[in-house]
């Protein structure tokens, strides 16, 4: 089965600066990668996701890559606030069958210090 | 507005017991699914459901059960609850087809003592 990691498992960094997440993937046929973000006490809510027919997609301050060839993809945030503090997770899916169970990474505890 | 809701928030009980955690959603999903998330593991799934009576065990199954017999609900119970399963219970719903976007509850904590 799947199985996804995650890296690094905390990431501190200042107000300003950029913060880059990476995970891996291990079934070649996974083609759908989101990443959530889980605020304490909160539920994880959808940020941004890619699909495996494409490269890189942005969203304002955040942006998703994907390397299909090496199995990996990331997240990147420019510009930190103290308000994306929180802890990010990545998750994987294979969608071609028509099921969409997400495999999940351990997740990345995100610190931006004013 | 439509949203996903759970029952109870929080549940403390004890060894041996069973429980059942409900999980409610209005905006007539297809897919549902329980995770639990414990530190250092991040979120992983239990069981899973794509439509009334289908039901699927994920990757942390035993000691739990689910059945669907309507869209909106998916009841996790814990047949008999044990210290291991302390957690965090999250259910989550998608509208299935090229929807792939889990749209998660609010959680509920499960204490087991």
């Known amino acids: 089965g799947e199985n996804v990691e995650q890296h690094p498992s905390t990431l501190s960094v200042q107000e300003g600066d950029s913060a880059v997440i990476k995970c891996t993937y291990s079934?070649?046929?996974?083609?759908?990668f989101p990443w959530y973000k889980q605020e304490l006490g909160k539920r994880p809510q959808l940020i941004i996701d890619?699909?495996?027919?494409?490269g890189e997609k942005k969203d304002q301050r955040i942006a998703v890559t994907l390397n299909k060839t090496a199995k990996h993809f990331s997240l990147h945030i420019t510009e930190t606030q103290p308000e994306d503090s929180a802890v990010y997770f990545c998750?994987?899916?294979?969608?071609?069958?028509?099921?969409?169970?997400?495999?999940f990474g351990t997740g990345t505890r995100l610190l931006v210090s004013p | 507005d439509a949203e996903i809701t759970q029952s109870p928030r929080h549940k403390i009980t004890e060894t041996g017991r069973q429980v059942t955690l409900a999980c409610h959603q209005t905006?007539?999903?297809?897919?549902m699914f329980w995770y639990r998330q414990d530190l250092g593991h991040g979120l992983r799934l239990i069981h899973y459901?794509?439509?009334?009576?289908?039901?699927n065990k994920g990757e942390v199954s035993d000691g739990y059960s689910v059945s669907r017999s309507n869209t909106e609900d998916l009841p996790l119970t814990l047949e008999s609850a044990a210290s291991s399963q302390t957690s965090v219970y999250f259910c989550?719903?998608?509208?299935?087809?090229?929807?792939?976007?889990?749209?998660f509850g609010p959680g509920t904590r499960l204490t087991v003592t």
């Open positions: 989550a719903s998608s509208g299935g087809g090229s929807s792939y976007e889990q749209y």
């Open positions: 079934d070649s046929a996974s083609n759908y």
């Open positions: 890619i699909r495996s027919n494409v």
């Open positions: 998750a994987a899916s294979e969608t071609n069958t028509g099921f969409q169970k997400l495999v």
């Open positions: 905006w007539n999903h297809n897919n």
């Open positions: 459901s794509y439509g009334v009576q289908d039901t």
